[in-house]
């Protein structure tokens, strides 16, 4: 017994496997369409590195913020959140019911259940510039809108994870129910939400920081919201003051992303 | 591989529906008169077509007595207990409980029927983010609707308190306010009792109720379970894979095997090692 080498039956398998002729294609069309796509966007080395100066000198005038307009910052950024919180709160309950009719297993009716699914993703998939120009002209410049805005975004983001979150609860207690001869409705409020529950939470969560985030920037279309004292001291080149609404919206989304995580571990230990 | 020792078996089962304790004999002189309580006709039950898992099981099982259904895995006992409550659609074959076809019934009074016929699962099946107490209100789902019977918090004072009594029957009264995922196995499965307890049934249904349990808990829970049971005198099937209880908390023991009843005997007319051959 000197030779060790096995000499398996059958051959391994080749270490790579050549694409089929039409992954090949594939491959090679993204990676054209990716070159068409740097033409597409002006990409410009150049031009980058001759604006630095200009990056520089702006850098350089936002240094030190103005403490000027201090109040009306303030005032402006408490509106944001106000609107981000109003606009999550109801967003997120409205979401609960739009859920269950969008949850496969829950639905009462399978054409609710497309027009849950249908109204969700246009909610989710049209972007919220896009609504905040909308709910503008409907009700007018300021806040509203912009808590609208949000409204619309936490339903296109949470009736899609709730109801996710729904159809994976843990369907042992959904059955001992409908064994004991439970209404669709008992099910859902005492067996499928606290399951979800968790889940939906750390949505709603997720929700308020992203919302936080798209409340700044409803401003600069009327929204509502510090965006548009933003907008006003560039326009003005009132860099320094600038400087302090970017340093405060900073703080501001740090602390809701902070509050947020603590809250998360608290409540879904 | 042969059928013939549960055939034989078969043809030695003196007496099938005689219940072996005094108290049930009662029973079942009186079921004469209150009739039957679950009478299964013909079931057959397949889940892809050319294996089918139950093929015409025919079953009667009067007022009081209490049955063990037994067989190796796989043999369809999960799947006969949820075909009589039609958690699963039977494929054909005619169920009666308490006096009802099963198979005739519409959502609505399928929903009352479920309501009168306790099903305890082999897991505990419990909403582990709420209250024990919630969860045994939730036995109460079989009469009420609406969000009194959701939550505990919300209920009213007549349905808590039958709850706590259910608790109680099951030992775990101090636990109503702890959530359902701190408790072992053993108390998890008690619950569950208690919640089945609370719907009131008429007929219960048990499938596997200790076999995630440790041998002691398990001991615990059954001997608990069928007491309870006993002293209400309410008709139990329940499958096992403990021979030891199947002979020690059946009246009747029954077997499946390859889709049909290999055995169907009085408990007290088997052992261990004859019970033991179904397995073979
Ligand atoms: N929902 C289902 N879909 C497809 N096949 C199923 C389904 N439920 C059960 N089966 C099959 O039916 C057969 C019987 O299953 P069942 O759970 O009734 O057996 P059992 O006697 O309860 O077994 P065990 O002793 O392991 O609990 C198994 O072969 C299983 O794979
Ligand atoms: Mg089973």
């Known amino acids: 017994m000197t030779d060790m080498i096995v000499q398996p039956l059958h051959a391994p398998p080749p270490r790579l496997v050549r694409p089929s002729a039409g992954i090949f294609a594939l491959y090679v069309g993204v990676g054209a369409f990716f070159l068409f796509s740097l033409y597409g966007s002006n990409l410009s080395p150049a031009k980058l590195i001759d604006g630095l100066p200009n990056m520089l000198r702006l850098v350089g005038e936002m240094f030190p913020p103005s403490l000027e307009r201090l109040q009306s910052v303030g005032g402006a950024m408490l509106e944001t959140f106000q609107m981000a919180f109003a606009g999550t709160v109801i967003g997120v309950i409205l979401s609960v019911p739009l859920a269950i009719l969008a949850a496969r297993s829950l639905t009462p009716h399978i054409s609710l259940y497309y027009a849950a699914r249908w109204l969700i993703a246009l909610f989710r998939t049209v972007p919220d510039l896009v609504w905040a120009l909308f709910f503008v002209v409907t009700v007018g410049l300021g806040p509203f809108a912009g808590m609208l805005t949000l409204v619309v ?19 042992g207690p959904q059955e001992a129910l409908s064994a004991l ?4 409705s008992e099910i859902v409020f005492s067996a499928v939400l606290p399951s979800a529950m968790p889940s939906m939470i750390n949505s709603a969560l997720f929700t308020l920081e992203k919302a ?3 409340s700044v920037v409803l401003g600069l279309v009327g929204a509502g919201g510090i965006g548009i004292e933003l907008k006003v001291a560039m326009d003005l080149f009132q860099y320094d003051q600038a400087a302090t609404i970017i340093i405060g919206v900073f703080l501001l989304v740090l602390i809701v992303e902070r509050v947020s995580s603590i809250l998360r571990k608290l409540i879904l230990k | 591989m042969s059928l013939a020792p549960a055939a034989r078996l078969v043809e030695s089962a003196i007496d099938v529906t005689a219940p072996a304790r005094p108290g049930a004999v009662a029973a079942s002189i009186a079921s004469v008169a209150t009739g039957t309580d679950l009478d299964i006709a013909g079931l ?25 259904l037994v067989g190796s895995n796989g043999t369809g006992k999960s799947t006969l207990l949820r075909c009589c409550l039609r958690l699963i659609e039977p494929d054909s074959g005619a169920i009666t409980i308490l006096g009802r076809q099963v198979h005739a019934l ?24 709420l209250s024990v107490l919630s969860n045994v209100l939730h036995g109460a789902q079989a ?30 009264a101090d636990f109503a306010a702890r959530r359902a995922d701190c408790l072992s196995g053993g108390q998890s499965q ?36 069928a007491d309870l049971i006993r002293r209400q005198n309410l008709t139990l099937v329940f ?42």
């Not at chain 2, 041998?215 to 615990?220: D, H, K, R």
């Not at chain 2, 095997?257 to 007290?268: E, P, Q, S």
């Not at chain 2, 261990?272 to 179904?278: E, K």
């Open chain 1, 153 to 171: 975004d936490a339903i296109g983001f949470c009736g899609r994870f709730f109801a996710e979150a729904m159809e994976e609860a843990d369907k």
């Open chain 1, 181 to 184: 001869g439970a209404g669709r």
């Open chain 1, 212 to 214: 936080t985030r798209a």
């Open chain 2, 44 to 68: 057959c039950k397949s889940f892809d077509r050319d294996r089918p898992i139950l093929s015409n099981v025919s079953l009667r099982v009067p007022q009081g007595q209490s049955v063990a």
């Open chain 2, 106 to 129: 519409g959502r609505a009074r399928l929903r009352r029927l479920r309501a009168e016929v306790g099903f305890v699962f082999q897991r505990h099946n419990l909403v582990a983010q």
């Open chain 2, 143 to 172: 009469r009420h609707s609406g969000p009194r019977v959701w939550y505990q918090a919300l209920a009213p004072r007549p349905l808590r308190e039958e709850a706590m009594h259910c608790l109680e029957l099951v030992g775990l």
């Open chain 2, 190 to 225: 008690r619950v569950a009792i208690a919640r089945t307890l609370m719907q009131r049934p008429r007929l219960m249904f048990a499938d596997e109720p200790v076999a995630s349990l440790d041998p002691n808990a398990g001991e615990e829970v059954m001997e608990l379970f």
């Open chain 2, 239 to 280: 499958t096992s894979h403990h021979i030891d209880h199947a002979l020690r908390f059946g009246d009747r023991v029954v077997a499946l095997r390859k889709g049909g009843i290999a055995l169907d005997a009085a408990a007290r007319a088997l052992d261990a090692p004859t019970l033991r051959q179904i397995y073979d």
